[in-house]
């Protein structure tokens, strides 16, 4: 049933670039194991063993602290429609805020969100393919704007109010550090 890889391949990249939505497993060491879905134009495949994901600003900042304590990510996708799959690929992290000497760089690729929060390098050491064969089909219809004009009514200081009131560290109490490497001031 399921295949592994140490890369992906061509059918996989297709496959992701294909996908409206994929989920990301982080953890600390100890505490909660955080899994987000993630939607939008975020992320992008840099090569066969790189991907890079935007987030954007939201409730919570798990992944950020999870991966500074512990740079373990999987990223996930499953096919709603047509033949069935899941897809993984586990790796190792790197957390970037907008201080950050290759922020952009990699932000480049990507809309100028409003919301930008950190990007995500995730450099891959295996891949999965699986069945998927219990996933339900599921038509998609479009991506919600909801965030975007959020953040865009927030305007980039309120972005920077928000995190420092709601983003700096994670429900066990980890710090993020988003306010000492986006270059904001807590006062």
Avoid at 34 to 40: I, R
Wanted: hydrophobic share 40%; aromatic share 10%.
């Amino acid at each position: 049933m399921g295949q592994q890889f140490k890369s992906l391949e061509d059918k996989h990249t297709q496959f992701i670039e294909q996908q409206a939505m994929f989920f990301v497993g982080t953890a600390a060491a100890e505490g909660r194991v955080n899994v987000s879905p993630k939607g939008g134009d975020s992320l992008r495949v840099v090569n066969e063993n790189k991907l890079v994901w935007m987030n954007l600003t939201g409730s919570g900042n798990e992944s950020a602290s999870h991966v500074l304590h512990n740079n373990r990510m999987t990223l996930m996708w499953c096919a709603f429609e047509g033949a069935p799959l899941i897809l993984r690929c586990y790796g190792h992290a790197q957390v970037l805020h907008k201080a950050d000497v290759a922020w952009p760089d990699y932000a480049a690729m990507f809309p100028d969100y409003t919301g930008a929060r950190q990007i995500f390098v995730l450099n891959i050491d295996l891949v999965q393919a699986s069945c998927g064969m219990s996933v339900p089909l599921m038509d998609y219809v479009e991506d919600r704007q909801a965030l975007n004009k959020w953040a865009d009514k927030q305007g980039v200081k309120g972005i920077e109010s928000y995190w420092l009131k709601k983003n700096q560290h994670n429900l066990d109490g980890l710090a993020t550090e988003i306010a000492q490497r986006s270059g904001i001031s807590k006062a």
